[in-house]
């Protein structure tokens, strides 16, 4: 059964880095397509970065390009989000999900195109 674990959430100060991890377990992460997505309190679910790990092809939310940096370490069955110049705005759980093993396809934000999921991890950014 596959099992995602979230690591790495926490609080910093604006202007401040975090880098979360995502542990894949129960199958590999070559050749899937994965995303991270964030969910604030009283807002919707929103995508915000995500890669196909066959390929290594990226996706940002333009709210985040430019700060934020998906990877993947295959050795490690983990994918990463680094996180830099954060702002208050990007407090909320942060999700892993694990999607298609065929690539990463419109609409790319959709929760619906991740079929597992990991429990989250918070991030808080102060002002």
């Known amino acids: 059964q596959v099992q995602l674990v979230e690591f790495g959430g926490g609080s910093v100060q604006g202007g401040g880095s975090l880098r979360l991890s995502c542990a894949l377990s129960?199958?590999?992460?070559?050749?899937?397509?994965m995303g991270w997505f964030r969910q604030a309190p009283g807002k919707e679910r929103e995508g915000v970065a995500a890669i196909y790990t066959g390929g290594g092809s990226t996706y940002y939310a333009d709210s985040v390009k430019g700060r934020f940096t998906i990877s993947q370490d295959n050795a490690k069955n983990t994918v990463y989000l680094q996180m830099t110049s954060l702002k208050p705005e990007d407090t909320a759980m942060y999700y892993c999900?694990?999607?298609?093993?065929?690539?990463?396809?419109?609409?790319?934000?959709?929760?619906?195109?991740?079929?597992?999921w990991g429990q989250g991890t918070q991030v808080t950014v102060s002002s």
């Open positions: 129960g199958d590999t992460i070559t050749r899937r397509c």
């Open positions: 999900a694990a999607g298609s093993i065929y690539g990463c396809y419109s609409p790319l934000w959709s929760p619906s195109r991740y079929k597992y």
